[in-house]
């Protein structure tokens, strides 16, 4: 990313990137500059052997992201090479992703957060696929992944009607995570991060690919005769992360995880 950003912002600390949407004036809204931008930072995440979570929020404190930004909506539906964002497809993705939602997440920014691995969100938060309402279908995996993570008579409520819902009752019916004052936002996401940061980035990423490609499978017992052959699995299981775990225990020390 040698390139200067203009639409987002990107900070390293503490092996936890945080992509931040930088459109405050429009609510983050998402133009076909920005698609780029996130899709050079996804992929720069992905590849850094040093960072182990991201976190995607917005900037300002009205919105996380209000959707495309219908002023210079692209009509032919162009998108980076992993999607809306450069997130919503990227499904090779093992490391764990957060979304901050820090205001309204509508059409896209609802997407955006759905295709995150852990949803935290302050108590003004808001969430909603009102694309129909300007002749639009939510084609962002909305449609796909909301049905998978409430159920489908809930997500089926919610796309037909357009409806926008808050926080608490996205913590309801179960795609948030956690729902905090606004003010406490960064500190809980802080708290997800240490909390995932204590155990081995093999690991989890053995456990986020089992999992969502497990989903993929028939059943379970398919999904378990399958699972030595997914990608992060097969890696954790040779990996120096699986002996250092062990080793620690037995020596009574704390382990230190290189990642690899």
């Given at each position: 990313?040698?390139?200067?950003?203009?639409?987002?912002?990107?900070?390293?600390?503490?092996?936890?990137?945080?992509?931040t949407?930088?459109r405050?004036?429009?609510?983050?809204?998402?133009?076909?500059?920005?698609?780029?931008?996130?899709?050079?930072?996804?992929?720069?995440?992905?590849?850094?052997?040093?960072q182990?979570?991201?976190?995607?929020?917005?900037?300002?404190?009205?919105?996380?992201?209000?959707?495309?930004?219908?002023?210079?909506?692209?009509?032919?539906?162009?998108?980076?090479?992993?999607?809306?964002?450069?997130?919503?497809?990227?499904?090779?993705?093992?490391?764990?992703?957060?979304?901050?939602?820090?205001?309204?997440?509508?059409?896209?920014?609802?997407?955006?957060?759905?295709?995150?691995?852990?949803i935290?969100?302050?108590?003004?938060?808001?969430?909603?696929?009102?694309?129909?309402?300007?002749?639009?279908?939510?084609?962002?995996g909305?449609?796909?992944?909301?049905?998978?993570?409430?159920?489908?008579?809930?997500?089926?409520?919610?796309?037909?009607?357009?409806?926008?819902?808050?926080?608490?009752?996205?913590?309801?019916?179960?795609?948030?995570?956690?729902?905090?004052?606004?003010?406490?936002?960064?500190?809980?996401?802080?708290?997800?991060?240490?909390?995932?940061?204590?155990?081995?980035?093999?690991?989890?990423?053995?456990?986020?690919?089992?999992?969502?490609?497990?989903?993929?499978?028939?059943?379970?017992?398919?999904?378990?005769?399958?699972?030595?052959?997914?990608?992060?699995?097969?890696?954790?299981?040779?990996?120096?992360?699986?002996?250092?775990?062990?080793a620690?225990?037995?020596?009574?020390?704390?382990?230190?995880?290189?990642?690899?």
């Open positions: 990313m040698a390139d200067p950003m203009r639409f987002i912002t990107v900070e390293k600390a503490d092996r936890v990137t945080t992509v949407l930088n405050p004036a429009v609510m983050n809204a998402i133009n076909p500059e920005m698609h780029a931008e996130l899709q050079a930072a996804f992929d720069d995440f992905a590849a850094d052997p040093g182990f979570v991201a976190v995607v929020t917005g900037a300002g404190e009205r919105a996380f992201c209000a959707g495309s930004d219908l002023k210079v909506l692209d009509r032919h539906g162009r998108y980076p090479k992993n999607g809306y964002a450069g997130l919503i497809e990227r499904f090779d993705l093992a490391k764990p992703v957060i979304a901050a939602v820090n205001g309204l997440a509508l059409g896209g920014g609802f997407e955006i957060a759905l295709a995150c691995d852990v935290v969100a302050s108590d003004n938060a808001s969430f909603g696929l009102p694309e129909p309402l300007v002749g639009a279908v939510a084609l962002g909305g449609l796909h992944r909301l049905p998978r993570q409430i159920g489908l008579k809930q997500a089926m409520g919610l796309i037909l009607s357009s409806r926008r819902i808050s926080a608490e009752e996205g913590f309801r019916m179960g795609f948030v995570n956690e729902v905090v004052p606004a003010d406490q936002l960064g500190a809980a996401v802080d708290r997800w991060c240490a909390d995932i940061l204590r155990a081995s980035p093999m690991s989890i990423r053995a456990s986020k690919e089992t999992v969502m490609r497990g989903l993929g499978e028939p059943d379970v017992e398919i999904a378990m005769r399958k699972q030595p052959t997914y990608p992060a699995y097969a890696a954790w299981r040779e990996s120096e992360d699986a002996r250092e775990g062990p620690a225990f037995a020596e009574k020390r704390p382990p230190v995880w290189k990642g690899r």
